[in-house]
């Protein structure tokens, strides 16, 4: 699975968009974006995912250049709690198998009133 | 509709005793992952199941073992603990193999080897 790259930490202002990047340059053609955040001492919460076209849920929208590069979670109006730290996955499905996602050390969002 | 549950939630056990942790995936889901996160290494995947086989596994010692049953419940095994077991162990589990098939996460077990 390719390796991505997030900033170690990022603010945001409370009712303002959160717009979190995250590199990917060695994607492949069949590898989706995922994202996850994990509050404090919590499971980590899926967000998004997609594969080469925006998509958007009731959560975040999620943003992948054309070339498939890079992406970015948007969280319309950040609340304090959408404070946690947010992990951009990019995973290979096969399959049969293959549910094991390849966690790196995320961004550590926070949001200040 | 009831989310990933694991069972206990805390844990506290002696170096060189053996633990069993529990986790009851959402119904209707038949693939069922578990994941270690330490301070130190993070987010680290265990080994993954569908239909009772072990699919795909971590680089994770043999101490660390698991299975699962045919409701798809699952456990898993430690033995032999160290110190450096002491970590948020967290199930995950999926509904098939459709590409582009999301997991979700219980809220863990909390173990301390002391």
């Known amino acids: 699975d390719a390796k991505t790259t997030q900033p170690t930490s990022m603010d945001c202002a409370e009712g303002r968009a959160a717009n979190l990047p995250c590199n990917h340059s060695t994607i492949s053609g069949n590898e989706y974006v995922y994202w996850y955040r994990q509050i404090h001492s919590q499971g980590p919460q899926y967000i998004i995912h997609?594969?080469?076209n925006n998509e958007t849920n009731e959560m975040a929208s999620l943003i992948i250049t054309e070339d498939r590069k890079s992406s970015t979670l948007i969280l319309p109006h950040a609340t304090l709690r959408d404070t946690a730290v947010y992990y951009c996955?990019?995973?290979?499905?096969?399959?049969?198998?293959?549910?094991?996602?390849?966690f790196g050390p995320g961004t550590r969002l926070s949001v200040l009133p | 509709k009831a989310g990933v549950t694991q069972t206990p939630r805390y844990l506290i056990k002696t170096r060189g005793q053996q633990v069993t942790l529990s986790c009851s995936p959402i119904?209707?889901?038949?693939?069922v992952s578990w994941y270690q996160q330490t301070p130190g290494q993070g987010l680290q995947f265990l080994f993954e199941?569908?239909?009772?086989?072990?699919?795909n596994k971590g680089n994770f010692p043999g101490r660390f073992s698991g299975r699962q049953f045919s409701n798809s419940r699952s456990e898993m095994n430690v033995s032999t603990l160290e110190l450096g077991d002491s970590a948020l162990y967290l199930c995950?589990?999926?509904?098939?193999?459709?590409?582009?098939?999301?997991?979700?996460f219980g809220q863990g077990t909390r173990l301390t080897v002391v």
């Open positions: 119904s209707g889901h038949r693939s």
């Open positions: 199941y569908f239909s009772e086989t072990q699919r």
């Open positions: 997609g594969l080469k």
């Open positions: 995950a589990s999926s509904p098939a193999w459709h590409r582009g098939t999301e997991a979700f």
């Open positions: 996955i990019v995973r290979l499905h096969r399959d049969n198998y293959g549910q094991n996602f390849v």
